[in-house]
């Protein structure tokens, strides 16, 4: 078990690294810090501009060297003022270490963010417990009215609920959210006025029913669909089990027979495909903190790509990453746990 | 302004539809007449979903097709006095209606629909079958040979699934890349696939006979040397089609996202058929290993894998409006429906007429290639 997770630990240390890699060269490509020095200069800043304010920053010392600094495993050189001679930070809204020191993401100092004109940290972290909020909304509607749904129609195969409620499923996974949260914000927001077709108000004010329900049923939509077919594929599978039919000849109610016999062995497998839903989720949550402008992780991330953030993307990625293997881990983990016929190895 | 009534749009827009409905209903009725012929096709068509399915998709297949006389405008047209024109306004000079109303910029929003499927339609397919080809060009050797070959490539496969998607499009299909090899040399990797599968296809089966083998390979060449240079380089021989750097680097962008889904599918498939009596068989015969892969597990694979294309060329259709949703790659003017989602959700406080054509333009189309999985699916469950 020990040796397992170790291994697991160690691939999501390399997936990491190989990652953050990828995207520090991509944003480090020549456009794109081009792209930088035109939005932190002015909007018609000559080349030699530009390539004097990319040196006076440190963006052209070697590509490595900046890499092993943002990790944190290669030291941070102060940026010097060529004509004083004295330590001047690169950006006057982030202090910066006038001495050499270590000073990367393994020493938990993230950088700083050119859009936003703060530390990343400080942006990120609201961002996070925004979106951290979202989700839990998201997944606490879609969860279980997905399992209710796949439950339903599971347990008759090839009734007329089934194939109604299959039609539902099919419908829900064909409608994207930018699809679904342009078709309800129409309906509830446009025609009816019972919802605000803006979640901006909610960082501010908090969030309440009127600004924060459209943002949340928009990605619960989607993904509905997707669970509530795999809880009845595994539902369908369970019922046509020998224990279900020795428990109904027995005497038992079709009820109770769903409810303590087919229920908990029907739940293994929609266990794992839920945990598989939260990096797929992520991207939904981008989607709609753009469409409602609610100020969130996504917005961060879509704000820093269309800057070029590099700080800042490299830590979003970061983040989405983490996401991604920690929510595999505990599938995994948890798959094992629930199926006692599965062993961890 | 005047205005048409409710119904007389309605009415309108039907008769706008006449080709593309004659069309589905030659196809269907001879669909439904020969059906016991048509093997697979024949009894998808004859179950409710895929009944609906192939409905929707043939419906804007040829909505695709007869786009320019089902749309009564151009798509990038503007009428000035038309700008934001409700639905059913009546342009004055050619006495035409814009049957769904005009956009912000003046555009006829019912010929916009009709011209984004175009886009929609040729994209979508075209990269979900490289991406396909990517996915069983290295999932096969993954699941058959394993070892490091399966380790390295699965690992690869994961590392980009952990990718968050956006920011991966950001990436790769940002304006400023286009000035980098990056997507060009994304692009060549991922087109030499689809020829290097048909090259070794018919390598490892035909070996025995010369001239067959001959015919296909110089065939196989000739296609793909030609797709290739159409797409990677934009240098078309014959000046047929047309590629902008732009349109490749979605081809790239969305081949990548999608692709080691597939492998992953593909791997595990074969992990499955390997084990397989016929596969042993073949093996004992002395088979080279891309023969078993290419002619034995593949087609036995085909199945859940032409399911998972049918969901894959929907889940595609959702990228690329996503894309479009994002403005990128795509340019600003372009009909295709997730632009138009984006430039219409703005406003939608003020006009909402924009916003709803495309946004179910989308949902259909993605709902018949559901559909269409679905009854696939279940077809392949009944034997």
Redesign the interface.
Known sequence: MLAFFLRRLGVMALTMLCLTFVVFYLVNLEPNLRKLAISQTEMHASDEHIESWLTRNGYRRPFLERYAAWIGVWPKKPNIDAETGKQVSRFTYCEEPSVVVYAGVIEGDFGCSTKFKTKVAEKLLPALRATGLLMFWVMATMVPVALFLGILSGMREGSKLDRALSVVSIVTTSTPEYVSGVVLTIIFGTWLGWLNGSAASATGDGITFYNFTLPVITPAIYGMGYIARMTRASMVEVMTAQYIRTARLKGLGFYAVVLKHALRNALIAPFTVIMLQFPWLLTGVVIVEVMFRYQGFGLALVDAAGNNDIDLMLSCSLVSVLLVLVTQLISDVGYAFLNPRIRVQ | MEFMSPFAIVLRVLIQFIPVSMAMAVLLTVSLLFKRRLGLYGFIIETG?GFAGVSILSFWLFTAIFAASVAPFDPLGQIVSMKDALPGAIEANSGLPYLLGGDKLARDVFSRMVFGSRIVLIIAPLATFLALSVGIMLGLPAGYFGKRIDAILS?LA??I???????LF???V?P??L??P?PYALAGFFFVFPIVLLFTLFWSGYRAHPKQLALRLVLTLLAGGWLFATFVFDSDPFHILRVSPSTLNIFAAVALASGPGIFRIVRSLTLDIKTREYVQAAQTRGETPWFIMLWEILPNARGPLIVDACLRI?YTT?LI??LG??GLGMPPESPDW?TA??E??RL??AF?HP??PP??A???F??G???LA?ALREQSLKD
């Open positions: 979903t690992f994961n590392l699934l952990a990718f968050p998607i956006i920011l950001y990436l790769l940002s400023g890349i000035e980098t990056i929907g959702i409006g996503a949703y994002f997730g989602i984006k219409s959700s939608m406080r909402v916003a709803l946004a179910l989308m949902m259909s993605v709902l290639l559901n559909l679905d």
